[in-house]
C-alpha cells in the first residue's frame, strides 16, 4: 500500500506562483512513477506531469509545458508541482498519483490517488 498526502492548494492571481507537496508514504514508494492529474468541474481528469522514480525523465501536458516542473525527493518522500504564471484556466482540483510506468498514469490506470487539494486562480 501507498499513501499519497497533498498540500499547497491556494486562491492566488493570475501569474502568480504555487508549490504542491506530496506525501508519500508505504513500502517501496519510491519505486512508483509519481504523476499530477488535475480535474476542473465539468472536465475530465488530466495528467499534467508525470517523473520515473530515478528522476530521470519526466513528461508534461501540452497546456502547462513551461510553466509547471515536477521534481522529487525520494529521501524525504515528497514529490513536488512547482506552478508558474498561474492561469484561470489552471483552477483545479490537483491529485497526486503513483502507479508503476508513465503509460499507466497516460491511461488514468492509477493504483494510488491522494485525495486532492483545490488551486483557485483569479483574473
Known amino acids: 500500500q501507498v499513501q499519497l498526502v497533498e498540500s499547497g492548494g491556494g486562491s492566488v492571481q493570475a501569474g502568480d506562483s504555487l508549490r504542491l507537496s506530496c506525501a508519500v508514504s508505504?513500502?517501496?514508494?519510491?519505486?512508483?512513477?509519481m504523476g499530477w492529474f488535475r480535474q476542473a468541474p465539468g472536465k475530465e481528469r488530466e495528467l499534467c506531469a508525470a517523473?520515473?522514480?530515478?528522476?530521470?525523465?519526466?513528461e508534461y501536458a501540452e497546456s502547462v509545458k513551461g510553466r509547471f516542473s515536477i521534481s522529487r525527493d525520494n529521501a524525504k518522500n515528497t514529490v513536488y508541482l512547482q506552478m508558474n504564471s498561474l492561469k484561470p484556466e489552471d483552477t483545479a482540483v490537483y491529485y497526486c498519483?503513483?502507479?508503476?510506468?508513465?503509460?499507466?498514469?497516460?491511461?488514468?490506470?492509477?493504483?494510488?490517488w491522494g485525495q486532492g487539494t483545490q488551486v483557485t486562480v483569479s483574473s
Open positions: 517523473i520515473t522514480p530515478s528522476d530521470r525523465y519526466a
Open positions: 508505504g513500502r517501496t514508494s519510491n519505486s512508483y512513477v
Open positions: 498519483a503513483a502507479d508503476t510506468s508513465v503509460l499507466r498514469l497516460r491511461r488514468l490506470l492509477v493504483s494510488y
